[in-house]
């Protein structure tokens, strides 16, 4: 447990959600350009290297393929598992 009473594992985990989503959101034709890492970063307050370890996860589950700035969706589906805590806490629905 952190200070704040936070796991460590369940923040990473929101971290990782919030990621998936934003792949989601900002998709075209199944990919995403990262134009600007430290933009996502400072709006999710995680850093670069976080950032990294959490695509490197997904891509690593064969979720996504990170090539060169650009995130290809593999399994859509198993992107929108990822996704769903976060719409749902969008929607009110938790």
């Given amino acids: 447990m952190s200070v704040l009473g936070i796991s460590p594992v369940s923040s990473i985990q929101r971290a990782c959600e919030?990621?998936?989503?934003?792949?989601?959101?900002?998709?075209v034709g199944g990919a995403g350009h990262v134009n600007n890492v430290n933009a996502i970063c400072e709006m999710f307050r995680i850093s670069r290297r976080n950032f990294?370890?959490?695509?490197?996860k997904l891509a690593d589950d064969n979720i996504i393929e990170h090539l060169e700035g650009v995130i290809y969706i593999?399994?859509?589906d198993r992107l929108?598992?990822?996704?769903?805590p976060v719409l749902d806490f969008f929607g009110n629905t938790i």
């Fill in 18 to 27: 919030q990621i998936a989503h934003h792949i989601i959101v900002n998709e």
């Fill in 80 to 84: 929108k598992q990822e996704d769903q």
């Fill in 74 to 76: 593999t399994d859509y």
């Fill in 52 to 56: 990294y370890n959490l695509v490197k």
